[in-house]
T-cell receptor
Framework: DTAVSQTPKYLVTQMGNDKSIKCEQNLGHDTMYWYKQDSKKFLKIMFS???????INETVPNRFSPKSPDKAHLNLHINSLELGDSAVYFC?????????????FGPGTRLTVL | GENVEQHPSTLSVQEGDSAVIKCTYSDSASNYFPWYKQELGKRPQLIIDIRSNVGEKKDQRIAVTLNKTAKHFSLHITETQPEDSAVYFC????????????FGQGTILTVHP
C-alpha cells in the first residue's frame, strides 16, 4: 500500500533529450509538490499543485513543465536536458489546511544527464 | 521569502551521547516546523514536528524546542544509536507560503558505536 510513488526510480539520458517523471499518491491529499535535491543534498521546492491548480512556481527554467491531470497525480516533464539538471527529484503530498500539514515524500527519481 | 539556516553541517557523536541540531528562520509568519531524517539513498521521512503555538514537543528519544521570539528551533536526540546516523533537515512553512517547505542545508549525523 504505497503512499507516494514515483516512476522511474532511475533515469539516465543524454543532454538535449526530453524526459518525464510521474508521481502518484493514494493518501487522498489535495496538494502535491516537486522538490529537487542537488549533489550537496540541498532540498528546494520547484512546483506545487492544489486541486490541479498551480500554486507555487519557483524560479525554475521553463524547460521544466509540471502537469497535474487530477489530485492524485503530478508529472514533471523536462525538455532539452542539461548537465545541471542531474539531481534527485522528489514528489511530496499533503492535505492543505489540515492540522499537521505533514508532507509525505515519494522515493525519489535519480536523474543523470550525460 | 523564508530563509532557514541550519547548524552544524556535520555532527559526530559516540553512541549513547546526545545530539543537538539548531535552525533559525527569517519569516515571522511561519508557523509549522517539521524535522526530516534522510538515510542514504532514501526519501526524507518526518520524525517530529512542532507548531508555533507550542514551545516543546517530545517523542521518546527525540524532542524539538521552538523559540518564536528568537525565531529558532532545535532538534534534540538523546541516547543516540548507530541507526540514528543519517542526514537531518529542518524546515519551515506557513503564512503565505502555500505550504511550501523551506529546508535548512542539512546536518550529517554520524553515531559511532
Amino acid at each position: 500500500d504505497t503512499a507516494v510513488s514515483q516512476t522511474p526510480k532511475y533515469l539516465v539520458t543524454q543532454m538535449g533529450n526530453d524526459k518525464s517523471i510521474k508521481c502518484e499518491q493514494n493518501l487522498g491529499h489535495d496538494t502535491m509538490y516537486w522538490y529537487k535535491q542537488d549533489s550537496k543534498k540541498f532540498l528546494k521546492i520547484m512546483f506545487s499543485y492544489n486541486n490541479k491548480e498551480l500554486i507555487i512556481n519557483e524560479t525554475v527554467p521553463n524547460r521544466f513543465s509540471p502537469k497535474s491531470p487530477d489530485k492524485a497525480h503530478l508529472n514533471l516533464h523536462i525538455n532539452s536536458l542539461e548537465l545541471g539538471d542531474s539531481a534527485v527529484y522528489f514528489c511530496a503530498s499533503n492535505r492543505r489546511g489540515s492540522s499537521t500539514d505533514t508532507q509525505y515524500f515519494g522515493p525519489g527519481t535519480r536523474l543523470t544527464v550525460l | 521569502g523564508e530563509n532557514v539556516e541550519q547548524h552544524p553541517s556535520t555532527l559526530s557523536v559516540q553512541e549513547g551521547d546526545s545530539a543537538v541540531i539548531k535552525c533559525t528562520y527569517s519569516d515571522s509568519a511561519s508557523n509549522y516546523f517539521p524535522w526530516y531524517k534522510q538515510e542514504l539513498g532514501k526519501r526524507p521521512q518526518l520524525i517530529i514536528d512542532i507548531r508555533s503555538n507550542v514551545g516543546e514537543k517530545k517523542d521518546q528519544r527525540i524532542a524539538v524546542t521552538l523559540n518564536k521570539t528568537a525565531k529558532h528551533f532545535s532538534l534534540h536526540i538523546t541516547e543516540t544509536q548507530p541507526e540514528d546516523s543519517a542526514v537531518y533537515f529542518c524546515a519551515a512553512t506557513g503564512g503565505t507560503s502555500y505550504g511550501k517547505l523551506t529546508f535548512g542545508q542539512g546536518t550529517i549525523l554520524t553515531v559511532h558505536p
